[in-house]
């Protein structure tokens, strides 16, 4: 693959800051993910949402977020990453305080939408900015080893802040944080973070545009909903039409003059495995994050704001795992030798969780730990490795690429992971429980005190799921972790590539 040659430098203290304000927004983004889950209760009473408008209101912020990175990525590698980030910024800031004061919920809904584009801004350009700043392979890794610890302990903190503030202030004050960050970075993003475009973008490709929405749209919400709703005919073909529209969109971008994601950066292999592995790291992730906040709050009993505080221990040790699996690779431990190792590690998480029993707080939080441990270690390593392959002009591109390959595979993990629990809960409740105690333990514990025994025997029938979809999510990770070998096979294993 032929990189552009950029002049290698080191970066200073401006860099350095430069990425502290960058974390500020990513920080934010990622933890209006799960901003939500504690407020709903005052929003339904406020905005009095009907079902499906409740549903839209958690549900469309990751969608247009996922339908729009390839998008934005691009559109940043066009008209310059730190432009793009300003825009975003703005629309970020506007969307919040849309939200925070709506008296609708049709105003929510567009609101939540609006902060999902200025999200779809957000994340490829911080990303792309980090590949523009940090041109030495070693402070990359250590800052992408940053971006991927801040990236994973914002949605974790993103409840728990929702419960604290919801508790003292009135819901909107959730979208309200937001503003002062994003007041921050466009007060210093012009002054600190360098503009960077391809410098011969080539006109813009319009009609990928919606066949790049086509594409993922329906297969993110087809994998979404089944862990819930089951596996049902309307989903299978939601995902069915978006794979006909991604094979659509790899033909559209093979052909076309100047394509949205250029094919060049397949050119190279190890872009492609780069995505691969990446993707199956989110897999494990979001798999596991299914069943381990029903198990706090349904199986354990804790409230709401508890299982959030708790949920919050298994993320410190995070912190160490990104920057220690970067900088292992840096002083020359194999590439290839960090990325079997954290696949190994989170089968080993995967593994505790398959022993957890109806009362295994520390059990369970403890395989949460060495879990997540063993996913950001690769995770880290590929995003290093991808952006490292990808030339500076299509930075953007490549960011962007790796987020929508986060989106599929947590997505693909809920649907798996979260399909084989359910059906294993299913199989375990008894015969003689009632009709909705089938469906989900939420709904067995809803009319638990009119049957008895029924509470108990739903939380153990939880536990064999999640027992189940443990055991699947370990042989999965476990077979991923030969993947060094493709590493080391290509020659990518020994350091992060230089542009």
């Known amino acids: 693959m032929t990189h552009s040659t950029t002049h290698v430098n080191r970066a200073g203290r401006r860099e350095w800051t430069a990425l502290a304000v960058l974390m500020l927004p990513l920080l934010l983004v990622s933890m209006d993910v799960s901003v939500l889950y504690f407020a709903v209760p005052a929003i339904s009473a406020d905005l009095e949402p009907s079902g499906t408008q409740q549903l839209w209101i958690f549900d469309i912020y990751a969608f247009v977020l996922a339908g729009l990175l390839m998008t934005m990525g691009s559109v940043g590698d066009r008209i310059g990453r730190r432009r793009l980030l300003m825009f975003g910024a703005v629309a970020f800031g506007v969307a919040s305080l849309l939200a925070a004061y709506a008296h609708s919920a049709e105003t929510l809904i567009a609101a939540r939408a609006l902060l999902g584009v200025g999200g779809a801004t957000l994340m490829p350009s911080t990303m792309a900015l980090v590949r523009t700043m940090f041109t030495d392979p070693g402070q990359r890794a250590t800052a992408i080893g940053l971006w991927s610890t801040v990236m994973t302990a914002g949605v974790a903190l993103g409840s728990v802040m929702s419960g604290v503030l919801v508790e003292y202030f009135w819901w909107g004050s959730v979208f309200l944080v937001n503003l002062p960050a ?4 466009l007060v210093l993003g012009p002054v600190l973070l360098p503009e960077s475009r391809d410098p011969s973008p080539g006109a813009f490709d319009w009609v990928s545009v919606p066949l790049s929405m086509a594409a993922v749209l329906p297969v993110v919400y087809g994998l979404k909903e089944i862990p819930s709703e089951g596996v049902r005919g309307e989903y299978l073909l939601a995902v069915g039409v978006g794979v006909v529209f991604a094979v659509l969109f790899v033909r559209r971008q093979r052909r076309a003059r100047h394509p949205m994601i250029s094919p060049a950066l397949f050119r190279g292999r190890g872009f492609g495995v780069a995505l691969g592995l990446n993707l199956v790291a989110a897999f494990g992730m979001m798999g596991s994050a299914f069943f381990t906040t029903q198990y706090l709050q349904s199986v354990l009993g804790k409230s709401a704001l508890e299982a959030s505080l ?6 410190v040790p995070i912190g160490v795992a990104a920057p220690l699996a970067t900088g292992a690779v840096q002083k020359g431990v194999d590439r290839a030798y960090v990325v079997t190792a954290g696949f ?4 080993c998480g995967y593994a505790m969780l398959a022993l957890a ?10 395989a949460c730990a ?8 690769v995770m880290s390593s ?19 690429l790796l987020e929508t390959g986060t989106e599929f595979g947590g997505a693909m993990g809920m649907a798996v992971l979260g399909s084989i629990g359910t059906a294993l809960y299913r199989h375990e409740i008894p015969a003689s429980a009632p009709a909705t105690a089938h469906e989900t333990l939420g709904s067995a514990l809803a009319v638990a005190d009119r049957f008895p025994g029924l509470a108990t025997a739903a939380r153990e029938a939880f536990t064999s799921g999640m027992q189940g979809a443990a055991i699947a999510g370990g042989v999965v990770l476990a077979g991923a972790s030969v993947s060094g070998l ?10 992060s590539p230089r542009p």
Do not use: K, Q
Request: hydrophobic share 60%.
């Open 382 to 400: 590929m995003t290093d490795l991808a952006l490292g392959l990808a030339p500076v002009e299509r930075a953007g591109s490549a960011a962007a």
């Open 370 to 377: 060495v879990l997540s441990c063993g996913i950001v270690a």
């Open 344 to 347: 190994l590690v989170a089968a």
């Open 310 to 315: 708790w949920a919050l221990l298994p993320a």
């Open 486 to 495: 493709l590493l080391r096979r290509g020659g990518w294993s020994r350091s």
């Open 357 to 366: 029993g109806t009362d295994s707080l520390w059990l369970v939080l403890t």
């Open 182 to 185: 994003m007041g921050l970075l």
